[in-house]
């Protein structure tokens, strides 16, 4: 009988070790993820949904052609952004961008979407700060959103700490303040995204990021990953499209390795639906005055990502891969 409780405890204490690994394994990385079986799904890439069927047919392509949404994040965030962001819209090195709504600089891009009415424009859904000097508030009534801010009505820094707190009900009030805040300049949102992902790691802050896009009929970014939230008690909305592949450039990229990262991701590109997130601006003032402290997404980012893709290598490339673009509005036309 001792030697089976030895065993048991044994196995207990086998399960505990792994269980602080894979949570040591998600703090190391900064992904606050503190569900073990989401946890374990993720790191196994395991999931259970059925995929959209029929996408590319609908969109008027077929299930081999190479589909890429090319997206810019955080229009609005500083005029350094929205000036990159709408040249590399002009040449054609982005088809896609999406809106931060409680940022500075929201009205040259309402300026810009009035003059260019067909342009894909969403809203990046944000509920973080991570900058030293500029930080953004929340557009819900404070006393409506007290698990979402700090005293003074600023979002917290960092996933971990918006995670923790955040109340779904007082979360669903503001997102859709801040789909409100964009319908009220005049622009029609065309999808919804989420700044550092933050909507992504609760199952619960991801439930309501759902259910706002089907409220206001707007297709939700949900790239391959975050799609371990689905199960049986968690079915996938049948409009909700998962991205199969996401490309982005990451910490740790080499200067020197910035074009041929962007060359290598066209070519490489498999069929069906990709996209592909940049985050535009130029090594300005602003910029370094915004990003101190902060290289990673910072002005020479920035500025390294808006020659990256608005270069004739990469525009080239695009078309010897015959890559097809295509945009949220052309998706949300399909699921609504």
Known sequence: MGIIIKIVLSGFALLGVFALSIYAYFEYKQLPVYDLRLAVKVLLGK?????????????GYSSSDKLLII??????????VNKATFDALE???VN??????????????????????????????????????????????ANESQTLINNIG?????IKNFVLRADPDELKKELQAQINKIKSLGIKPTHIDSHEGALFFNK???????????????????????????????????????????YMARKGLKRAEWEAFYLNTLNGLKPGLSQLIVHLGYNDNEMREISVDHPDYGASWRHLDYKA????????ALKQNNIKLVTWKEIQKVLY
């Open 96 to 141: 896609s961008a999406s809106i931060m709504a409680n940022c500075k600089f929201i009205n040259e891009v309402k300026k810009y979407a009035g003059l260019n009415p067909n342009t894909d424009l969403g809203v990046h859904l944000t509920v973080t700060n991570e900058w030293k000097n500029y930080r953004w508030k929340g557009l819900a009534p």
């Open 309 to 316: 893709v608005t270069s004739d290598g990469f525009l080239k």
């Open 47 to 59: 999931t259970s949904y059925t995929p959209y069927k029929g996408l590319e047919e609908k969109l």
């Open 154 to 158: 600023e979002f917290p820094v960092g």
């Open 91 to 93: 040449k054609g090195g």
């Open 204 to 246: 619960n802050h991801f439930r309501v990021y759902l259910e706002v896009g089907e409220k206001n009929k707007l297709p939700v970014f949900v790239p391959k990953g975050v799609d371990a939230h689905f199960n049986k008690e968690f079915p996938k909305p049948k409009n909700v499209v998962v991205v199969k592949d996401l």
């Open 71 to 80: 997206h810019a994040d955080d229009l609005g965030l500083a005029k350094s």
